[in-house]
């Protein structure tokens, strides 16, 4: 069954902790994306890559990292720096005709 | 910069009604433009993509058109059910900034029983 997997669900992070996003898929994309999603707002681009071991900041990166170790996985990590983390990110591919596909999105609150 | 809008930000409407949702973008160099649906704590749903050559698209009860020049694009919904309640996004993907799609904030939708 072919798409994209984010876990967890739901996270919760304590002040001043580091917390890792996963991103799978097993479409056979070369670009991946992770967007955040604050309450009526449009998508914020974090981070994109368009091949293994290399990648691109995006609007709002800062607080954030990532990797591109394997095709099929593009993880973002949430560190400490990133003031205000509580939102909905989704992590998406896009195929060579341009169209986009998205996870399932992961809810991350600070406790 | 591109802005993307959508209007109106909420719909509501009686089951079987035709409906129709707006977006605008300010900047007509786009090389498509998609059209999504999100249910509440989904991730997104790809409904219909236009390329920028194209002037409409149609999937099932479904119509999207383009009109570049304008900056707007139309989503038009046939014979509307309650399970065509959702948040209906659009995303342009400028020319000169390829993998920077913009999507605008979203229409959420109530399709009344």
């Known amino acids: 069954d072919g798409g994209i997997t984010q876990s967890p669900k739901y996270l919760f992070r304590k002040e001043g902790q580091n917390v890792t996003l996963s991103c799978e898929q097993n479409?056979?994309?070369?670009?991946m994306y992770w967007y955040r999603q604050d309450p009526g707002q449009g998508l914020r681009l974090i981070y994109y890559?368009?091949?293994?071991?290399?990648?691109q900041k995006g609007d709002i990166a800062e607080g954030y990292s990532v990797s591109r170790e394997k095709k099929e996985s593009f993880p973002l990590t949430v560190t400490s720096a990133q003031k205000n983390p509580t939102a909905f990110y989704l992590c998406?591919?896009?195929?060579?005709?341009?169209?986009?596909?998205f996870g399932q999105g992961t809810r991350l609150t600070v406790v | 910069k591109q802005e993307v809008t959508q209007i109106p930000a909420a719909l509501s409407v009686p089951e079987g009604e035709n409906l129709v949702l707006n977006c605008s973008f300010t900047d007509s160099a786009i090389y498509n433009l998609q059209w999504f649906r999100q249910d509440p704590g989904k991730g997104l749903t790809s409904l219909l993509l236009i390329q920028s050559s194209q002037r409409e698209q149609t999937s099932g009860r479904l119509n999207a058109s383009l009109d570049k020049s304008s900056g707007r694009s139309t989503l038009y919904i046939a014979a509307s059910q309650p399970g065509d309640s959702a948040t209906y996004l659009c995303a342009v993907r400028p020319e000169h900034s390829y993998d920077k799609v913009i999507f605008g904030p979203g229409t959420s939708l109530s399709v009344i029983p």
């Open positions: 479409l056979n994309h070369d670009a």
């Open positions: 890559s368009q091949i293994v071991n290399d990648f």
């Open positions: 998406a591919t896009r195929d060579r005709y341009t169209e986009a596909f």
